[in-house]
């Protein structure tokens, strides 16, 4: 099988929650495959104690309880330490662009752990998938790997077959380039403004809303003509990234920035 071509250290990554609420909801495993640009792997893996309750209907899709993660570290306890397990690597996973990283920045924030990883690369595999075959990871790992997946949804299983799923796909699209940068710009429609994509790159490269009654309006003249909206949402249940981006345009507008 295709090895990757790295300059760089790169990490798939997946983790299993307590729902898919971010800012609401906790981690509660990760599983960290980290490849080297030698071809070297490192892995980390643990449980996490969400110090919630995880819900029945979650626990029926990993299979983790209350009980499993009792005794487990808070994310508090070993933030750092997944910090600097990542480094400077580049980032990789399946639906990871719109779940795991936007989920696990929030994790950090929360917990006073301040990451940057817009400058990173950030392979989404099944961004790739889906603009190929539109499966599922199971039906991915079959198809690429000639595998069947078992215990799916256990996140080192996920971790590595997604790895596996993705060296696949090089072999079977000759149009796939192993490259780093190539594969981040095919992951990923637009720029990045907020891991949570409540914000986009118009054609015009002006940050407009991804969401709600402003959708495809821009940032800045919302803001300027209802400055209310900027304190709802400040107030309201977004992930704390959001609000970061949402505060820096705001005090751009505030300083005259003629950026808009």
Not at 5 to 32: M, S, W, Y
Not at 197 to 217: C, L, M, P, S, T
């Amino acid at each position: 099988m295709v090895q990757l071509k790295l300059k760089n250290p790169i990490v798939f990554f997946d983790l299993e929650t307590t729902g898919l609420k971010i800012g609401k909801d906790k981690i509660v495993e990760i599983a960290i495959l980290k490849i080297n640009p030698n071809q070297s792997r490192e892995e980390y893996y643990t449980r996490i104690n969400p110090g919630m309750p995880i819900p029945k209907e979650s626990s029926e899709i990993h299979g983790i309880t209350d009980e499993d993660v009792k005794d487990c570290p808070t994310f508090k306890e070993i933030a750092h330490k997944i910090k600097d397990f990542i480094g400077t690597s580049d980032l990789a996973g399946f639906n990871s662009n719109r779940f795991d990283i936007p989920f696990l920045v929030e994790e950090f924030y929360q917990n006073g752990v301040e990451v940057d990883f817009k400058k990173r690369k950030m392979i989404d595999v099944q961004q790739i998938f889906h603009k190929k075959e539109k499966r599922t990871l199971e039906a991915a790992y079959q198809f690429y790997c000639n595998k069947t997946l078992d215990n799916a949804h256990n996140a080192l299983v996920d971790t590595v077959a997604t790895y596996e799923v993705l060296l696949g796909q090089l072999d079977k699209y000759d149009d796939l380039e192993n490259d780093m940068e190539f594969l981040h710009q095919l992951s990923n429609d637009s720029k990045l403004v907020d891991y949570n994509r409540a914000f986009v790159y118009n054609d015009n490269d002006q940050i407009v809303f991804n969401f709600g009654k402003h959708k495809n309006k821009t940032v800045a003249s919302v803001l300027t003509k209802e400055p209310q909206y900027y304190d709802w949402m400040m107030q309201a249940d977004f992930p704390q990234d959001t609000k970061k981006e949402l505060q820096k345009i705001y005090n751009q507008i505030m300083f005259k920035d003629t950026l808009f």
